[in-house]
């Protein structure tokens, strides 16, 4: 069994800040390459974040970068995204998800190479 599920949503004021966290009931957090995805209502899922396996090597989609983190914490068995300076334009669900697949990390902004997925947490950015 693999569970991920997401917490830390909710409404924040743009320039703001929200950490989420993402608990992974896995083996090893260190066997799973890491993503973050969002949904805006109407829109198709969108890549945000991801971290390696095997180090702290990230890459992020361009409209957050300088503005995201996506970090991990192996004893909690957790990832995390930090977000600052928020927008009304970062508003959406945002899920997690874990990827076995060993691929160069711009790959990773593709969907189909996770196998896990959470139910995902609502940010909402008010203007």
């Known amino acids: 069994q693999v569970q991920l599920v997401e917490s830390g949503g909710g409404l924040v004021q743009a320039g703001g800040s929200l950490r989420l966290s993402c608990a992974a009931s896995l083996r090893t957090l260190a066997s799973y390459t890491m993503g973050w995805f969002r949904q805006a209502p109407g829109k198709e899922r969108e890549f945000v974040a991801v971290a390696s396996r095997s180090s702290e090597s990230t890459y992020y989609e361009d409209s957050v970068k300088g503005r995201f983190t996506i970090s991990r914490d192996n004893a909690k068995n957790t990832v995390y995204l930090q977000m600052n300076s928020l927008q009304s334009e970062d508003t959406a669900v945002y899920y997690c998800?874990?990827?076995?697949?060993?691929?160069?990390?711009?790959?990773?902004?593709?969907?189909?190479?996770?196998?896990?997925w959470g139910q995902g947490t609502q940010v909402t950015v008010s203007s």
């Open positions: 998800a874990a990827s076995t697949r060993m691929n160069p990390l711009p790959a990773f902004r593709g969907a189909g190479l996770y196998g896990y």
